[in-house]
């Protein structure tokens, strides 16, 4: 597979630069984006070496060959990418080679992601590419089961392709462009989630990057700890860290954290997820000055806080009429922990919720689409959207009442540019219609609305769980539909307009 994408690669170039002498097709130098995904390539070859050398001498589970050798012709894919491409100049990258280098880095390391899947587990191409992405992009969707019983190389591997995508492979690549002089601020701004993207952690964009990473690993290791001091054995702390952190909910077992029925776990998890779900810039300020009122004065994160206790005690509220957990103590736990596994996109599951009350379903999916802050693991529309959203709303009404009367949107204390307003509403206007057309599309395939509804909820939002027939997992949907899944989940992970752009006419002519 790797060197398929690397070898048409390099006869698409070819091609377009025998039309483009006769007639242009693509009017800016495009050859960057090429040699950029040398680096992906690269890394995922790494990734999956290492994992054959695990499987061989740590885990011993005969699993090493199925790592191995896609590792290796991942690696020379990269380097002859790297050889091909090596003499350009990359001083400066352009806003159309980042867009493109960020939706075209997705697809690719989705497609190598899922070699060691499609090896590992003998599922259909469709099902293992669907496996990839769900891993990278940090959905938590899975066509996969007996998960218990899987090598554990392999469900190592599955938690760790969610580590690695948590804090976005792009910006992975930024923390090294710099040995190249390639600049990065431009990459940076077409993975980073949300809508205000300007805002500098340091002068140098790649050592922002790097920091960002060192704080990403440094979390990591203390929610381990946290998983192992409250009973689990080394192995699974180490993998749901991974996925604890990117906020991405793949389990090594099937029944998620309600295979360990241990409170202490859950409130740890609980802890992390909330620690993924905002933003690491606002970590990185944190670490700097040692003072936590750095969270309690960013209206994102305050206002992310307290949606994740209005919305719990509702969850309580419903779950205690119903008479739906056994003990009140139960219900609280059962409560705060499902929201914050929904809001923060993890998808973690400590028991049966898809059984509990009609009610309970749609204000979890609710929480989904609300998403945690920008600049996190997190999926969904990010809570600065849903402020800046009421916001623009509530000056909409002010100015009816006072039509000559001049209002201001402040955010953080500061003005908003107007700019960001209408990318906002550009935003949520893209979210609504996309998952009515998605759902529409998935409900052709012969799956049911409420089915269909929240299974695109779930990938747009980059959540994972959904409800009726895929309550379970996504086994049962077909090939037509679990393809339309892993588009909603790439789609939903750059935000919608970095990929919706390259089908423009105006991004690829002047």
């Known amino acids: 597979m790797a060197l398929v994408i690397a070898f048409s690669l390099i006869r698409l170039e070819k091609a377009i630069m025998i039309n483009s002498s006769k007639s242009p097709i693509i009017y800016f130098d495009y050859k960057p984006a090429f040699f950029l995904l040398a680096f992906p390539i690269g890394c995922m070859g790494l990734v999956q070496f290492c994992f054959a050398w695990l499987s061989l001498f740590t885990f011993r589970d005969n699993q090493a060959s199925a790592f191995f050798i896609p590792s290796l012709v991942m690696l020379i894919s990269a380097f002859i990418l790297f050889y091909k491409f090596r003499q350009l100049d990359y001083s400066k990258v352009s806003p159309r080679i980042a867009l493109l280098f960020a939706s075209i880095s997705w697809v690719v390391m989705g497609l190598l992601g899922a070699m060691p899947i499609i090896n590992i587990t003998h599922v259909s191409f469709t099902d293992g590419v669907f496996e990839s992405i769900s891993a990278l992009t940090t959905t938590g969707a899975t066509i996969l089961s007996g998960l218990d019983d899987m090598p554990k190389s392999f469900l190592m591997y599955r938690q760790f392709l969610q580590w690695l995508g948590g804090l976005g492979i792009v910006i992975f690549v930024v923390a090294v462009l710099p040995l190249l002089n390639v600049g990065g601020m431009k990459l940076l701004k077409a993975e980073t989630p949300g809508p205000m993207k300007d805002e500098k ?4 964009i790649q050592h922002a990057a790097r920091y960002l990473w060192f704080i990403y690993v440094g979390a990591t290791f203390l929610c381990a700890l946290g ?4 009973g689990m054995g080394w192995f699974d702390a180490i993998a749901h860290s991974f996925t604890t952190i990117s906020t991405g909910g793949f389990s090594t077992h099937d029944a998620s954290m309600g295979y360990f029925q241990n409170r202490w776990i859950e409130i740890n998890a609980d802890i992390f997820m909330l620690v993924g779900a905002i933003a690491f ?12 009122k750095v969270y309690v004065n960013d209206e994102e994160t305050k206002t992310f806080l307290i949606i994740v206790f209005i919305l719990s005690s509702m969850l309580f509220v419903m779950l205690y009429k119903n008479n739906t957990v056994e003990s009140a103590v139960d219900n609280i736990f059962q409560s705060i922990f499902h929201v914050i596994s929904f809001i923060t996109s993890t998808g973690y599951a400590a028991g049966d919720f898809t059984s509990w009350p009609a009610q309970t379903a749609l204000l979890l999916v609710f929480a989904g689409y609300i998403g945690g802050c920008a600049g996190s693991t997190a999926g969904g529309n990010k809570v600065i959207r849903n402020i800046l959203t009421i916001k623009i709303i509530n000056k909409q009404l002010k100015i009816l009442l006072h039509p000559h009367g001049v209002f201001n949107i402040k955010y953080n204390g500061k ?11 550009v935003f949520m206007s893209i979210a609504a219609t996309s998952t009515l057309f998605l759902t529409l599309a998935v409900m052709s395939t012969g799956l049911n609305f409420w089915t269909s509804l929240t299974a695109i909820a779930s990938c747009i939002n980059v959540l994972g769980p959904a409800y009726g027939e895929l309550g ?3 086994q049962p949907a077909n090939d037509t539909a679990t393809w339309i899944f892993s588009v909603s989940m790439i789609l939903g992970r750059l935000e919608y307009f970095t990929v919706l752009v390259l089908f423009t006419k105006s991004f690829w002519k002047p």
């Open 415 to 425: 003005a908003i540019d107007d700019p960001v307003l209408h990318s906002t509403m």
């Open 472 to 474: 379970s997992n996504f």
């Open 281 to 292: 810039g606002l970590h990185f300020k944190f670490i700097q000055t040692l003072n936590p």
């Open 201 to 204: 952690l340091t002068p140098r």
């Open 227 to 230: 998983y192992f001091i409250a």
